[in-house]
């Protein structure tokens, strides 16, 4: 079984949509959580942290349920500029497992 | 510098040569990794370092060799370049966090590799 689960989408969402992103895991022990945004070509870029309390920045809120071994991206109000791949990143002791990614884009 | 750099760029390479990555960070970072990515597989990692002196095999080491003689340089090595790592190279680093575990990592701008 895969360390993380994504679904790679893509989702194409209207100006304005409200759209989320699940990824699960599959170890328990897994201690750390991260969300990272790709743009075409370019290299992954820490969007934001994931922790048990949920944490919001602004349009984005990322969540973890350790119960369920899931984290979840919530992005409110899409911008045409949110479009790119979102990565679901889960560290186990000292290895870093990154999901395939969520194509989001968005579309005037 | 500030962050992580990688060179070359871009590269086209003939099957059976011999070609080494550069990654440079001056974030003093203690762990240093690289990735490949290719497209529907997402990121796989290579080879790590924990610290300078040591290296690990990641999932999927085989073709390619890393050294970390100091913190800043973590160079990666295809002994002799075959079509199928035609892919692009991302060397990424991350300091050590509480706790035994480790901090976000910060990426480098990637290396596009072609082998012929």
């Known amino acids: 079984r895969k360390e993380v689960e994504q679904d790679p989408g893509p989702f194409n969402v209207p100006e304005g949509a409200t759209v989320a992103f699940n990824c699960t895991y599959s170890n328990s022990a897994s201690q750390s959580f991260f969300w990272y945004r790709q743009d075409c070509r370019k290299e992954p870029k820490l969007l934001m942290s994931?922790?048990?309390s949920g944490n919001e920045d602004g349009r984005f809120t990322a969540q973890l349920n350790r119960a369920s071994q899931y984290i979840s991206l919530l992005i409110r109000d899409s911008k045409l500029s949110d479009s790119a791949t979102y990565l679901c990143?889960?560290?186990?002791?000292?290895?870093?497992?990154f999901g395939t990614g969520t194509s989001l884009t968005v579309i005037p | 510098i500030a962050g992580i750099t990688q060179a070359p760029t871009s590269q086209i390479l003939a099957a059976g040569r011999r070609m080494t990555l550069r990654c440079t960070q001056d974030m003093r970072h203690n762990a240093m990794y690289w990735y490949r990515q290719d497209l529907g597989l997402g990121l796989r990692l290579i080879h790590y370092?924990?610290?300078?002196?040591?290296?690990g095999k990641g999932e999927v080491p085989d073709g390619y060799s890393v050294s970390r003689a100091n913190t800043d340089d973590f160079p990666l090595t295809l002994a002799s370049a075959v079509p199928s790592q035609t892919s692009v190279y991302f060397c990424a680093s991350s300091a050590a966090g509480g706790q035994g575990g480790y901090n976000e990592q910060f990426f480098g701008p990637g290396t596009r590799l072609t082998v012929l």
């Open positions: 994931v922790y048990s």
């Open positions: 990143v889960v560290v186990t002791g000292n290895q870093f497992y």
């Open positions: 370092s924990n610290t300078a002196g040591t290296t």
